[in-house]
């Protein structure tokens, strides 16, 4: 296959704060302009500025809130239900408690039983019948993982069970007292899900996020790097502060800048 960077462009901000500003905004923006909006939420550390942002916004305007449905990406398998790192307790802690949504406005795959590839696929059935994620968040592992689409996914996979990479068990298990609870197993979005997004925005922030960033802007698309079928959507930016961002060509890049002057909601 052959390289196609047409579709998405790299825009850089001096922070992962900005970043967090940005997308806030933009969040807010579609509550208050749409009659019902679907959301596509990710996890991980990278999500945690936004949601603090998020809930700070919302605390000062309160917008109403009743129209809004919110899909994660992915869960970890084999996780008691009360552990502290399945992707259910991270959505309370940094955003859920925090805001008035009701549970059937929340959806998650569920990973405590192994499930089915009928459940699987009933989650993939849940957002279309919602009409499709109408934004999606989404951070990107070391190794160009989006959702837990590991390299060697097909791009034509919707919700499906996967076996976590090495290099993917070692990155989080950073967030486990104990390493050897980390899982071997997740359950994720798949790539044709994503894909089906109306707009996306792929965070990444940090420099253990350059590699990557440089990889995935000067690569072809390929299932290798999961992310790289990214470059065949219409409609995706990729927010990158300036540590992520080392790795990149600046002549391919807009300064994020540029997207914050914008913002105009409340
Ligand atoms: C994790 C999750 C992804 C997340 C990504 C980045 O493994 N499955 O949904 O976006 O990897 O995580 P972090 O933001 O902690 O670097």
New binding site residues.
Partial sequence: MTANTNHIMFYVFPTAQDIARFVSAQIHQLIVERDRLVLGL??????KPVYAQFINEYQRHHPNLQHVHCFN??EYIGLPAEHPQTYAAYMQEYLYTHMPFVQEQLYLPCGKDWPSQEECLGFSKQIQALGGIDLQL?????NG????NEPGTSFDQQTHVVALSEQ?RR??SRFFADKKEMPTH?V?LGLKDILGAKSIFLLAT?E??AQIMGQLQRGPVTEELPASILKKHPDTAILVDEAAAQELDPAQCKEGTVLLEKIEIY
């Fill in positions: 990710a996890t991980g550390s990278t999500m990406l992915d989404l951070g990107i592992g070391t993982h989006i959702g837990f993917t990155d989080n997740a994720t940090g253990q996020k």
